[in-house]
């Protein structure tokens, strides 16, 4: 018995829906797969809505501006794109938090951090907070940028920023001592500075045999923002695809640092060890190519 010549779509077709029946039977079809793009249904293993997206909860929505609600209707798409931004976020975080270790270890701290370290013990930090301000600003207490160990100068109408610059242990601990007497709250020496205390004095030969160890410090905190955005970005090798991440962080209420950001005319602005920059889309261009002219 002859029969008709059967069209390659319509041997898919049937295909399809002989796999999606048994896959059915099985309990085993993705959910929401009948709203695919593809021939009947689509192919699950070839089809970017088979991979599995972990459901965030409502603390990692709400870190990149996002509810349950939102997420309820957000296409398959759209929440690959929200998880993305979650896990870039989420190492955002961890780096700050790396870096927050990082200037305890030899004891710094920014004026945010030493006013809540005080406050803990009762006092206000709203008031502690703005009395270090005015500090820093009148020479009062020494403040240094991120990485440096030349005094930071507030000159030329400088204001201090309390997320920014650093204040050393023991310069804190003189101001309140001089300042709030009646606070007997008092930072804690760095393991570091404790050791040097207690070691017993060198002489000039032993001196000699001393090593210095240097903490490496980070020159260009903007390019650790490039590759978060690469990691997010629809096509980490496009430009203008990465661009469009950092623009959008930039923009957003909840900046990371060092994004401050962004002006159509000037590009994105950010801070660079106390000094504001711009970066413009083109320098973004050359820097992920450096060949480019």
């Known amino acids: 018995m002859d029969f008709p010549p059967m069209d390659v779509r319509e ?32 192919l699950p293993w070839d089809n970017q809505a088979a991979s599995i997206v972990h459901e965030p909860d409502a603390r990692e ?10 997420w309820d209707q957000m296409s398959h798409s759209q929440r690959l794109s929200a998880a993305k931004s979650i896990a870039a976020t989420k190492e955002i975080a961890e780096q ?17 951090e030493a006013a809540k370290a005080i406050a803990a013990t009762g ?21 240094y940028g991120p990485g ?3 005094r930071y100068e507030y000159t030329n109408g ?31 020496a760095p393991a570091g500075a404790v050791q040097m205390a207690n070691a017993p004095p060198v002489d000039a030969a032993g001196a000699a045999n001393i090593t210095t160890h240097r903490i490496r410090t980070r020159t260009d905190p903007l390019q650790a923002i490039i590759e978060k955005a690469k990691d997010v970005a629809t096509d980490p ?28 005319a000037e590009g994105l602005k950010w801070e660079n060890h106390g ?4 970066f413009t889309k083109d320098a973004l261009r050359k820097r992920m190519n450096p060949r480019a002219r």
């Not at 059915?24 to 249904?41: I, K, M, V």
């Not at 008031?127 to 009062?140: F, H, I, S, T, V």
């Not at 000094?275 to 711009?278: P, Q």
Request: charged share 25%; aromatic share 14%; proline share 4%.
């Open 158 to 188: 400088k204001r201090v920023r309390p997320f920014y610059e650093e204040a050393y242990w023991g310069d804190l601990n003189a101001w309140l001592e001089q300042n709030e007497p009646r606070i007997t709250f008092r930072f804690a």
């Open 123 to 143: 006092e206000r930090f709203e008031a502690l907070e703005e009395k270090l301000c005015g500090a820093a600003e009148r020479g009062d207490l020494p403040m």
């Open 11 to 42: 041997y898919q077709y049937l295909a399809v829906a002989d796999v999606r029946s048994a896959a059915t039977f099985a309990q085993c079809w993705p959910r929401g797969a009948d709203s695919w793009d593809n021939l009947e249904g689509g």
């Open 275 to 278: 000094n504001v920059k711009f």
């Open 61 to 70: 929505l709400s870190s990149i501006g996002l509810t349950t609600e939102h």
């Open 148 to 150: 440096e160990r030349a």
């Open 237 to 264: 090798d496009d430009y203008h695809s990465v661009w469009a991440v950092i623009v959008d962080w930039a923009q957003g209420s909840n900046r990371t640092p060092p994004l401050l950001g962004y002006a159509e």
């Open 96 to 112: 700050v938090a790396r870096q927050a270790d990082e200037r305890r270890a030899v004891g710094r701290y920014t004026l945010t």
